[in-house]
Nanobody
């Protein structure tokens, strides 16, 4: 049974930082490219970070230089360190396999950037 459990979100002021975590189970985590996705109200879900099983990373221009994805395969955990947060980063953040997500999604974790 696949489980993806995200945590670490919250309310932060513009310019602040947050670190998200996602623990995966029921998948061969160490073999999978993982991604962080986000979905803002009224918008489509977008992929904001990917990390391959050997640690290569990729980001869209909207978050490049501000977000850093990492993973610990032994813990089946992927992290997203977010710096210099902007109001436009407000969204529910999810982890999943990438670039093709599984049909199952966790509950996500809400990130709100506001003064």
């Amino acid at each position: 049974q696949v489980q993806l459990v995200e945590s670490g979100g919250g309310l932060v002021q513009p310019g602040g930082s947050l670190r998200l975590s996602c623990v995966a189970s029921g998948i061969a985590f160490h073999w999978r490219t993982m991604g962080w996705y986000r979905q803002a109200p009224g918008k489509q879900r977008e992929l904001v970070a990917t990390i391959t099983s050997w640690g290569n990373t990729d980001y869209p221009d909207s978050v490049k230089g501000r977000f850093t994805v990492s993973r610990v395969n032994a813990l089946s955990t992927v992290y997203l360190q977010m710096e210099s947060l902007k109001p436009d980063d407000t969204a529910v953040y999810f982890c999943n396999t990438a670039p093709d997500p599984l049909g199952y999604w966790g509950q996500g974790t809400q990130v709100t950037v506001s003064s």
